[in-house]
């Protein structure tokens, strides 16, 4: 059914109160949601239930993520968005006790809503992988980088650091396996590339070209 052309055009600006409380209750529902996968994940004994619990959590996150909560919802161009405080909060739920010691730097990335989610959730997994897969159970460092280059284009790099999985080759459970298969087709449809070391320490690396510009 078309729209009917006598009705005036909905009103979505940025300072209506109606949509302001909107997005305000979306955000509290999101948190709270979060936090029950946390809550209910760490009453769980230690095991793949408890993990898959907790890596859902993160998951989730990425998939609300939103670094733009007060920009007009009609505006799709791209902005600057700090996934490298995204990555920072994914790895606070992954380590909350700060076992491993991973560094966190990165530019800030343009980037519009929709695809700032979705390189929010190619981080999630890689980082997923590098705790689950990369460590192995065992103290270590690592290092997570995210820039841009001047003509837009993403880069992310997350690796460990050091040997303190005795350098075996990286095997995927099935759940980090399913992630890195999704990474790996987030990343190929915004046109990239994503290539991840078949032995030794932990290595992912996803380059991301800019985003096309709207005619």
């Given amino acids: 059914m078309e729209a009917d052309p006598n009705l005036p055009e909905p009103s979505f600006a940025p300072d209506d109160a109606r949509l302001a409380a909107l ?6 529902q999101t948190q709270t949601m979060t936090s029950l996968l946390g809550l209910f994940g760490r ?8 993990v898959a619990f907790e890596d859902m ?6 998939a609300a993520f939103d670094p733009f909560p007060d920009a007009d919802p009609t505006d799709l161009g ?6 490298a405080a995204f990555a920072k909060r994914a790895l606070a739920m992954l380590d909350p006790d700060f076992v491993h010691r991973v560094s966190i730097e990165g530019d800030q990335v343009r980037a519009a809503p929709r695809r700032a989610c ?5 981080i999630a997994e890689l980082l997923i992988c590098l705790v689950r897969e990369g460590f192995a159970g065992r103290v270590g460092s690592g290092r997570v980088t ?16 050091d040997g303190s999985a005795g350098g075996r080759p990286i095997k995927p459970s099935e759940a980090t396996e399913l ?7 987030l990343v190929r ?4 590339r994503l290539s991840i070391e078949a032995a030794g320490p932990f290595r992912a690396e996803a380059t991301i070209p800019s985003e096309p510009q709207e005619r």
């Fill in 23 to 28: 997005r305000h209750r979306f955000r509290n």
């Fill in 189 to 192: 449809s915004l046109g990239g």
């Fill in 43 to 50: 009453r769980l004994p230690a095991g793949p239930c408890r």
């Fill in 179 to 185: 992630g890195l298969q999704l990474a790996s087709s």
């Fill in 146 to 161: 995210i820039s841009a280059s001047g003509d837009g284009e993403t880069h992310i790099l997350v690796l460990q650091t």
């Fill in 57 to 62: 959590r993160i998951r989730f996150e990425a």
């Fill in 78 to 83: 791209p902005r600057p968005a700090d996934l």
């Fill in 118 to 122: 979705a390189l929010a959730q190619i």
